[in-house]
């Protein structure tokens, strides 16, 4: 069996790419369904992509490699295809887009592109034996029916990284780059709640405040929420990326809250009132009572100096910690690091040493924030590819 074309994971970048390829295209995955991760993204609504999505939202070692993609497929190219197909859509917060009715609308939609496109599905199947040969790639593909030769002339690895295991995420992208002796960057868990072992929150999980989150130098502002394991919210998530291990954050759970003043006008009316009385008209009661436990919050209002609340209010701006680590590739949205930019053309995505060989998506080691970035980068880093391949 012979294809112009095969591409392994038939996830976003992978089934993006087979539906523009050209030629003949088999796609192979060892899921049971194609777009999985698509599947259950966004609370099952597929955060798809962000109005303001610029490569100043991704990580990489080089952060000038995703500009070239990025800017020839572009969020409003999406969007524009997304519409094509009468899918309707909203914003819902910070430029994220997401299906007003189902993330399988999405899936539906490349498998419907897929299928116009003539490529070939393969499920519950895999690739072994992979080897370059003088015309492109030889291999094995191994289905329930057992094992076939194939060979090809172009081999595009869309596997994606090691994030949810339980979705089939194996990191089988950085075993292939290996064997080609195509480098790849450390790997870590992403966008992924902070763990304590103290289990320090848990007297207040589910508690959830508006939040500034600051981790490696770079400070997000969204919502914060405590839970029985740690921290997690979309600022913790979007700060995980950038914390390295036994590293402080820094939390301002006072972001627009003026708390300083407004305790000085209520200590003119309220003052004989106990302290955590009034500091809960403007904290949720649990993590009133969690702060006592940390901080000496004794007292009635009146008895609190300006210096006093000066000092609360510096404290609750910047809450220093260090977490113990975090959840792992277990819950992490994305895996940070992959197949080095260095080995890449970032116009083609095809490696420069190994020619007809591409990596795409999230294996490789561009890493966007939080809000339908990644995503972003699965269509972009797929249409590099496929009208490189697919150009005469």
């Known amino acids: 069996m012979h294809y112009t074309t ?9 089934m993006m790419c087979s539906a523009h390829v050209g030629g003949s295209v088999l796609v192979v995955d060892h899921a049971k369904a194609p777009g999985e991760k698509i599947r259950i993204s966004g609370g099952g609504r597929c955060n798809f992509t962000n109005m303001h999505c610029t490569p100043a939202a991704f990580i990489c070692a080089n952060p000038h490699f995703a500009k070239s993609a990025l800017a020839r497929y572009t969020q409003w190219d999406f969007i524009e295809l997304v519409d094509a197909h009468r899918i309707a859509w909203h914003e819902k917060t910070l430029g994220q887009l997401f299906c007003d009715v189902s993330a399988k609308q999405i899936v539906a939609m490349l498998r419907e592109m897929m299928q116009k496109a003539g490529a070939e599905l393969r499920l519950n ?6 080897r370059k040969t003088d015309s492109g790639f030889a291999m094995s593909l191994i289905t329930p029916d057992g094992r076939t030769a194939v060979t090809a002339d ?45 289990a320090r929150f848990a007297p207040i999980s589910g508690t959830a405040v508006p939040a500034r989150v600051t981790a490696g130098g770079t400070t997000f502002d969204e919502a914060l929420l405590f839970t029985h394991r740690g921290l997690s919210g979309p600022a ?3 700060a995980s990326s950038y914390w390295d291990e036994g590293t402080e954050i820094s939390l301002n759970i006072l972001p627009a809250n003026d708390l300083f003043e407004k305790l000085r006008a209520q200590r ?17 009661g649990r993590l009133v009572d969690h702060l006592a436990s940390q901080f000496d919050l004794t007292g009635n209002l009146a008895d609190w100096s300006d210096t006093r609340l000066q000092s609360l209010c510096d404290t609750l701006s910047n809450w220093t910690m260090t977490p113990s680590g975090t959840e792992g590739y277990r819950t992490a949205e994305v895996t940070l690091g992959g197949i080095d930019t ?9 490696t420069k040493t190994i020619p007809g060989l591409y990596f795409i998506g999230e294996s490789v080691d561009v890493t966007g924030w939080l809000g339908g970035y990644n995503f972003q980068w699965a269509w972009s880093s797929a249409m590099a590819a496929a009208r490189h391949i697919a150009k005469p």
């Open 342 to 350: 260095d080995a890449l053309s970032s116009k083609t995505m095809e």
């Open 268 to 284: 003119q009316t309220y003052g004989r009132r106990n302290f955590t009385t009034e500091l809960a008209h403007h904290l949720p």
């Open 154 to 198: 172009r081999l595009v690895i869309a596997s994606g990284g090691k994030s949810i295991p339980k979705m089939g995420a194996t990191g089988r992208a950085y075993d292939i780059a290996s064997h080609f002796g195509i480098p790849v960057t450390p790997t870590r868990a992403g966008l992924v709640p902070f763990t304590f072992t103290d």
């Open 236 to 238: 913790i998530l979007q």
């Open 6 to 14: 095969v591409i392994l994971g038939a996830g976003a970048a992978g």
């Open 125 to 130: 199947s895999s690739l072994e034996d992979i």
